[in-house]
């Protein structure tokens, strides 16, 4: 919408409205400066809730890490008890092994104990 | 356009600007806090490799503990085992012994053995023989076994036997008359002499493959 100032009629008085809008002008200034404090203050707040939000992820991430680390240590701890008992076991198996096998020669073993302590040799 | 008009105008034109400046620094303030937390997770997994690293170095420490627990044990209960077997064969060596020592004659023969040599090893002499109850009911014949142990020594020797109710199941002590010098050779005495000799031995024989 086009508007035109319309020029002054003789007689009409000119100070008045200059300093009405000076006024206006001082107002409008002081508008934009408000917001521009608001701005700053947003701006100063987010800088705050931004150090406060680092922190939470840092320690969420962190977090979540050494819930991986963990697992990782329970993983190879659960392994290796697993394969220490496989060890036992195998262990006991050859120990069976081991009597079984003694047992079939108990009888020369004695023998020549016998013979060592009677000084047969 | 009057006065009131324009003065409008400069005032609205202010609010729009105001209205943007806010708009603008609360879209400034979004990024801050958004790229603050993007930072935070990006340094975080900065620091994921190495706590990875350190969970798998401690991980592969519990691993090593925890085998070289089991093979210690491992080791232990076959050395165990072994023990108490060559314990059993020994055990079962004592009981033969014992049987050994009802077969009058060849217990005898054994018996004058161990008397002979222990009458050598002293060099002879006045020596003092010690046998268990049972043993000295035997008819042993202690004048040959002195000529033997004199042939050996070139020492003239005399055998006296002694009844000090010996606690074995045979076998025999002989020493000087002084007692300064004693020879265990009764069994139990024969077997805890020769001890590492008869595990090692039986050992050899038990459990090579």
């Given at each position: 919408?086009?508007?035109?100032?319309?020029?002054?009629?003789?007689?009409?008085?000119?100070?008045?409205?200059?300093?009405?809008?000076?006024?206006?002008?001082?107002?409008?200034?002081?508008?934009?400066?408000?917001?521009?404090?608001?701005?700053?203050?947003?701006?100063?707040?987010?800088?705050?809730?931004?150090?406060?939000?680092?922190?939470?992820?840092?320690?969420?991430?962190?977090?979540?890490?050494?819930?991986?680390?963990?697992?990782?240590?329970?993983?190879?701890?659960?392994?290796?008890?697993?394969?220490?008992?496989?060890?036992?076991?195998?262990?006991?198996?050859?120990?069976?092994?081991?009597?079984?096998?003694?047992?079939?020669k108990i009888d020369e073993a004695i023998k020549k104990m016998l013979s060592i302590i009677l000084m047969e040799e | 356009m009057t006065l009131e008009n324009l003065m409008n105008i400069i005032i609205e034109d202010a609010k729009k600007e105001a209205e943007n400046i806010i708009k603008e620094a609360n879209k400034n303030a979004e990024q801050i806090i958004e790229d603050s937390?993007?930072?935070?997770?990006?340094?975080?997994?900065?620091?994921?490799?190495?706590?990875?690293?350190?969970?798998?170095?401690?991980?592969?420490?519990?691993?090593?503990?925890?085998?070289?627990?089991?093979?210690?044990?491992?080791?232990?209960?076959?050395?165990?085992?072994?023990?108490?077997?060559i314990d059993e064969a020994i055990e079962k060596t004592k009981e033969k012994l014992k049987e050994f020592t009802k077969s009058k004659e060849k217990y005898m023969e054994i018996l004058s053995k161990l008397i002979i040599n222990a009458g050598s090893t002293l060099g002879g002499g006045e020596l003092e023989i010690l046998l268990n109850k049972q043993d000295l009911k035997l008819p042993l014949d202690i004048k040959k076994l002195e000529k033997i142990v004199e042939e050996k020594t070139g020492k003239k020797t005399i055998f006296k036997i002694v009844d000090e109710d010996l606690q074995t199941i045979g076998g025999v002590i002989v020493r000087t008359k002084d007692q300064k010098i004693i020879i265990n050779y009764t069994f139990e005495g024969l077997i805890e002499s020769h001890k590492r000799y008869l595990q090692k031995e039986a050992s050899k024989i038990l459990f090579s493959e």
């Open positions: 919408m086009s508007q035109e100032i319309k020029p002054l009629k003789k007689g009409e008085k000119i100070i008045e409205p200059l300093e009405s809008i000076i006024e206006t002008e001082k107002q409008a200034i002081r508008i934009i400066e408000d917001a521009k404090a608001k701005a700053k203050k947003i701006i100063e707040d987010a800088k705050i809730k931004a150090q406060n939000e680092y922190n939470i992820a840092f320690q969420e991430t962190i977090s979540k890490i050494s819930e991986k680390a963990s697992l990782i240590i329970e993983e190879e701890k659960r392994k290796a008890d697993l394969e220490a008992k496989k060890i036992i076991k195998d262990t006991e198996d050859k120990i069976k092994d081991l009597r079984e096998k003694a047992s079939k | 937390k993007k930072n935070a997770v990006s340094k975080a997994l900065e620091e994921e490799k190495d706590l990875i690293r350190k969970a798998k170095e401690e991980a592969e420490n519990i691993r090593n503990t925890i085998l070289s627990e089991a093979r210690i044990k491992s080791s232990w209960m076959i050395i165990n085992e072994k023990t108490k077997i």
